[in-house]
């Protein structure tokens, strides 16, 4: 019995501080070490910042170049899904096109209205845009982000939306010199405040780790408003001043709890980031 | 003793191929996400460290597992040093097989492989969840455990064929 938790100390020990002839450190070593970058890590540690934002430098570019032929697999495969169904989709699409024509002459009247009531009550929204493109498309099982390529060095700050063509995508979580990282609205951790449209319903839009959102912290009664036949439309509600409000977001068609992203976020190559200050009379 | 081959270019860069392909893994994350297979994923960086650090660990360096960590969590967006934390461990159970292993066996090699991505993964998920307060789906370790074990024996087929191309290479 005791020669046996002999030879398991042994076997251990020596796990952890042999090296051969070609290894410099020993396992010990860089278990310790990597549990103080951890640590230290966790408390924001000067040094560890420095050393991160150096592999972030080298990493992002150097992941960019090695996920291209993933990229471009991921691609092909994704051309010949659309290939399949081109047909369907022309048919559905040429019905939606005519129904947006219609819309679109109402929307005009709409848009030229809305700026009239601003001017009215002296209220204007100044945004600004920074286009970037995609450098790594990451879609992780567990974390839902992109890499772009413009930093601080472009004047992009924490926190400021990303749009892919006019709907939002996510925001800026990470901010380097020349790349910064944006965390998808289909990420687990992100939540944010949401207006839903035609019913006036504001709710929080959380990621569910998939392709879709669901709607949170709506009281039971309301849930009622949304067993309505019509599609509902979900905007960015603006509230906490972090979104420009109305940004369209996706829509909920089947199921009430659902959000169908207008976006799709493994196919963008080009994104537009945007920061807006509401400037009024107060 | 000089060699009767010369050493040519291909044969010193294929003795550096693990940690290549660990370097462009780690960068990569190969996981075939693409295919958009519901929960399907595998984690190649485990079975690859878990392969060479257990066959040939000085084709593998304990050093160049550390820094593929650092990028991983750079890569991934994780707390820098949790990926290396959690390779290296992996290094651990493969350097105390190697003690304890007389005659390898591919059977033993793949339970500890189990036991091995099983115990690194829960590590890593309860160090997310309760000291970094990150929303993680356990499911979805417990499923990416689940097909990195199942994939072993196919990787562990490719990984065989090139360990005999660089030992052949290195005895000439």
Request: glycine share 6%; aromatic share 8%.
């Given at each position: 019995m005791a020669s046996s938790r002999d030879d398991f100390v042994i076997a251990i020990r020596s796990a952890f501080l042999s090296k051969s002839y070609k290894q410099k450190f020993s396992l010990l070593t860089l278990l310790f070490l990597s549990l103080i970058v951890l640590v230290l890590g966790t408390f924001n540690f000067k040094a560890v910042q420095y050393l991160k934002m150096g592999i972030n430098e080298v990493a992002y570019r150097s992941s960019f170049i090695?996920?291209?032929?993933?990229?471009?697999?991921?691609?092909?495969?994704?051309?010949?899904?659309?290939?399949?169904?081109?047909?369907?989709?022309?048919?559905?699409?040429?019905?939606?096109?005519?129904?947006?024509?219609?819309?679109?002459?109402?929307?005009?009247?709409?848009?030229?209205?809305?700026?009239?009531?601003?001017?009215?009550?002296?209220?204007?929204?100044?945004?600004?845009?920074?286009?970037?493109?995609?450098?790594?498309d990451r879609n992780s099982p567990y974390l839902k982000s992109i890499i772009l390529n413009k930093g601080s060095k472009d004047n992009v700050k924490?926190?400021?939306?990303?749009?892919?063509?006019?709907?939002?995508?996510?925001?800026?979580?990470?901010?380097?010199?020349?790349?910064?990282?944006?965390?998808?609205?289909?990420?687990?951790?992100?939540?944010?405040?949401?207006?839903?449209?035609?019913?006036?319903?504001?709710?929080?839009?959380?990621?569910?780790?998939?392709?879709?959102?669901?709607?949170?912290?709506?009281?039971?009664?309301?849930?009622?408003?949304?067993?309505?036949?019509?599609?509902?439309?979900?905007?960015?509600?603006?509230?906490?001043?972090?979104?420009?409000?109305?940004?369209?977001?996706?829509?909920?068609?089947?199921?009430?709890?659902?959000i169908n992203f207008f976006s799709d976020f493994q196919q963008m190559d080009y994104v537009k980031i945007v920061s807006f200050e509401l400037q009024g009379e107060d | 003793m000089s060699s009767l081959n010369k050493k040519t270019f291909f044969n010193s860069i294929l003795s550096y191929f693990p940690v290549l392909i660990l370097f462009i893994s780690v960068l990569n994350e190969v996981d075939l996400n693409f295919l958009e297979i519901e929960y399907f994923s595998f984690n190649f960086v485990y079975i690859l460290i878990f392969y060479w650090t257990l066959k040939n660990p000085n084709l593998l360096g304990y050093g160049s597992i550390f820094i593929a960590g650092l990028m991983n969590d750079v890569v991934i967006g994780m707390p820098i040093g949790i990926s290396s934390f959690c390779y290296l461990l992996i290094c651990t159970a493969t350097a105390y097989l190697r003690n304890i292993t007389i005659t390898p066996n591919f059977i033993n090699d793949w339970i500890s492989l189990l036991i091995t991505i099983l115990l690194v993964n829960s590590i890593q998920v309860v160090t997310l969840d309760i000291i970094f307060s990150f929303e993680v789906n356990y499911m979805k370790y417990f499923i990416n455990s689940g097909f990195t074990f199942i994939f072993y024996p196919f990787i562990l087929i490719l990984f065989n064929i090139l360990e005999i191309k660089i030992k052949f290479q290195t005895n000439d």
């Open positions: 090695a996920s291209i032929p993933e990229n471009y697999i991921q691609k092909l495969n994704i051309q010949f899904k659309e290939h399949m169904k081109v047909y369907k989709n022309y048919k559905k699409k040429e019905l939606l096109f005519d129904e947006l024509k219609k819309k679109q002459l109402s929307n005009e009247f709409l848009i030229s209205e809305n700026n009239r009531l601003r001017e009215l009550i002296n209220e204007s929204i100044q945004s600004k845009d920074i286009y970037a493109k995609v450098l790594i924490l926190g400021m939306a990303v749009l892919d063509d006019s709907y939002l995508v996510g925001k800026i979580i990470e901010v380097n010199y020349t790349n910064s990282r944006v965390l998808l609205l289909s990420d687990l951790n992100s939540k944010i405040p949401v207006l839903l449209e035609p019913q006036s319903l504001h709710a929080v839009l959380s990621g569910s780790g998939k392709n879709y959102g669901v709607i949170e912290y709506t009281k039971e009664e309301h849930n009622n408003k949304l067993d309505i036949e019509d599609k509902i439309v979900v905007y960015t509600s603006g509230y906490g001043g972090l979104f420009k409000p109305g940004l369209p977001v996706g829509e909920i068609t089947e199921n009430k709890k659902i | -």
